[in-house]
């Protein structure tokens, strides 16, 4: 067990005032009055890389400044458990083809008990992020807390036979956590159901204001020029993103806009085995391609260069095939930055068509290279579907409106905590 440290990120709630106001700040204080003292444990897979590590490290702190006394534990394992777990994520995502062995169900619960084990699982609410640590549950044997599986993936068209292996730990919570209604299997009764979206932290270094001269520097270590158009993406590696598709768009923009440059960014994180194996082929693929960046953490690339490319980008693009919710797409938006997405997964939530950003069809890399044209050559477009996206984002994408939403939660789930019998 591994318990992550999110000191460096530790803040008040009074420090979101001026962006959310004081009437939102009373409102989750008198929730959290309810709750104060409530022990909150939340287990996940990895503590950075993704979206699941990016709203923890905010919400955890944000949580204990308003009086919840919140852990987040990390699960111990091995690269052949992360390399089935994140076939179990692709299958759950729709792809029909992957098919677990009996080797690969009974190494990914051996982890899971012996992980039940050791992880600190004494508490009020204990969330379970994902599939990585979700029948560690089956392994439980007594237990007064409720337990809530927190899926941020696009469960609409899982593959059947891997949700049949997973489905009879999900029954076992008390309650369920999605980010979107078609998001919930319909195939699942019995416990608690609650809708709750993504956020982004605006005071992280990820998403604080940063000053043009500290922008300037992070491109001129990268060699990108700040006064030629930057068409950027903020994503990991990995095929439900559509890097190569990435790149055919960006193919098809610099035949009208010759001096554009391609910045793609992303992280390694330990629980994404494919990672790798997805940055070499975008390499690949882009190879005799000018003005194209590829870069990484192995290159220096963390959360404040990612903010300064995200500030400095003319256009950022997100052509997702699947996506849980899509945090970059937020990001990019709080920084008036405007984006052209697909119509895949939450990414819908957060881009109003023609209002907050463009969202084209899956694949058509056409239309997508229309629209970052038309953005590229019309400026006072951009500014203002940027300026639409971050009000967009305050109003609905914030921490401080999750935190909020989280509290509800907890009231409910805690107040029936003393009522229920202990599983024995």
Same mark, same amino acid.
């Given at each position: 067990?591994?318990?992550?440290?999110?000191?460096?990120?530790?803040r008040s709630l009074s420090d979101y005032e001026p962006i959310i106001g004081s009437d939102e700040v009373k409102t989750i204080m008198s929730l959290a009055e309810r709750v104060r003292g409530a022990k909150v444990i939340h287990v996940s897979a990895t503590p950075y890389g993704g979206g699941v590590a990016?709203? @923890? =490290?905010?919400?955890v702190p944000l949580s204990r400044s308003v009086g919840l006394n919140v852990k987040w534990e990390v699960i111990v394992a091995d690269p052949d458990f992360f390399r089935t777990t994140k076939r179990i994520h692709n299958? @759950?995502? &729709?792809?029909?083809?992957?098919? @677990? #062995?009996?080797?690969?169900?009974?190494?990914?619960l051996e982890v899971a008990k012996k992980n039940a084990s050791e992880l600190d699982l004494e508490g009020d609410v204990v969330v379970i992020h994902d599939p990585q640590p979700l029948p560690i549950i089956k392994f439980v044997t007594k237990r007064s807390s409720s337990w809530v599986w927190r899926c941020h993936i696009d469960l609409a068209n899982p593959n059947p036979s891997?949700? #049949?292996?997973? =489905?009879?730990?999900?029954?076992?919570?008390?309650?369920?956590?999605?980010?979107?209604?078609?998001y919930v299997p319909r195939d699942v009764k019995g416990p608690k159901v609650f809708i709750r979206r993504p956020s982004i932290d605006p005071l992280s270094p990820k998403n604080k204001p940063l000053s043009p001269s500290e922008i300037l520097r992070v491109l001129n270590r990268y060699d990108v020029d700040p006064d030629r158009p930057i068409l950027g993406q903020v994503s990991r590696f990995d095929r439900w993103k559509d890097p190569l598709g990435?790149?055919?768009?960006? =193919?098809?923009?610099?035949? $009208?806009?010759?001096?554009?440059? @391609? +910045?793609?960014?992303g992280v390694f994180a330990y629980d994404d085995p494919e990672g790798v194996k997805w940055y070499r082929r975008t390499v690949k693929y882009a190879e005799g391609l000018k003005d194209v960046h590829i870069l990484t953490d192995h290159d220096g690339v963390g959360d404040y260069e990612v903010n300064a490319f995200q500030r400095a980008? #003319?256009?950022? !693009?997100?052509?997702?095939?699947?996506?849980g919710f899509g945090l970059v797409v937020s990001e990019a938006l709080? =920084? /008036?930055?405007?984006? !052209?997405?697909?119509?895949? &997964? /939450?990414?819908?939530?957060?881009?109003?068509?023609?209002? #907050? /950003?463009?969202?084209?069809?899956?694949?058509?890399y056409i239309t997508a290279a $229309?629209? +970052?044209?038309?953005?590229? $050559?019309?400026?006072?477009?951009?500014r203002i579907l940027g300026s639409n996206g971050r009000e967009h984002v305050r109003r609905n994408f914030l921490i401080t409106r999750l935190l909020r939403d989280y509290l509800r939660m907890h009231i409910d789930l805690v107040s029936n905590v003393a009522t229920r019998p202990q599983l024995r």
């Open positions: 067990m591994v318990e992550v440290n999110v000191s460096d990120f530790s990016e709203i @923890l =490290k905010s919400l299958a @759950l995502q &729709g792809d029909m083809e992957i098919k @677990l #062995t009996e080797e690969e169900i009974h190494h990914y891997v949700w #049949t292996i997973l =489905k009879p730990y999900v029954l076992m919570y008390d309650a369920l956590v999605f980010t979107m209604e078609t990435v790149i055919d768009t960006f =193919k098809l923009v610099k035949e $009208k806009i010759p001096d554009a440059q @391609l +910045v793609m960014m980008s #003319t256009v950022i !693009v997100q052509l997702s095939i699947r996506e709080w =920084k /008036g930055t405007p984006v !052209v997405a697909t119509r895949a &997964g /939450g990414i819908p939530l957060q881009i109003i068509d023609g209002v #907050t /950003g463009y969202l084209v069809d899956i694949r058509d $229309k629209r +970052v044209v038309e953005l590229m $050559k019309r400026p006072w477009l951009a």
